[in-house]
């Protein structure tokens, strides 16, 4: 998406997203759920994210990613489309959905690596069907 273009969700797609992530959430075991504008807007959220400041994890992960854009096009990579960070206690994985948005979960050891990816990408997909060119009006 051109920076110069505003990103704007309707209120259908947001129940949509939320429901998606909810799905997500069950089915991988992760702690939480966030879809993030690529300018680094929280779009929505689910799961445990009360004792988060989810608008600078969003913030952060954007930046994070459009650092990795550029040094998957030192490399001749058009792009890398997932980013995961291991910690002692919690590990993060962001990935694409569409050209729009990122899709970033937080979980811990009751979950896989594994798991997450298969059920990120799974649910990036659907994602994808709410906020892709395709689901846009046209003018």
Do not use: W
Not at 84 to 96: A, P
């Amino acid at each position: 998406m051109p920076s110069h273009e505003v990103f704007m969700i309707y209120e259908n797609d947001q129940k949509e997203a939320e429901e998606a992530l909810h799905f997500l959430l069950a089915e991988s075991q992760a702690k939480c759920a966030l879809l993030i504008s690529r300018d680094g807007s929280l779009i929505c959220q689910q799961g445990e994210t009360a004792s988060l400041d989810t608008t600078s994890l969003a913030a952060l992960a954007a930046g994070c990613f459009a650092a990795t854009k550029e040094i998957a096009r030192l490399i001749g990579e058009p792009e890398f489309s997932v980013l995961f960070h291991q910690g002692e206690h919690e590990s993060i994985h962001v990935s694409l959905v569409g050209e729009e948005a990122l899709l970033m979960m937080l979980f811990d050891d009751r979950t896989t690596i594994g798991l997450v990816r298969i059920m990120a990408k799974e649910a990036s997909r659907r994602l994808s069907k709410i906020f892709g060119p395709q689901a846009r009006p046209s003018d």
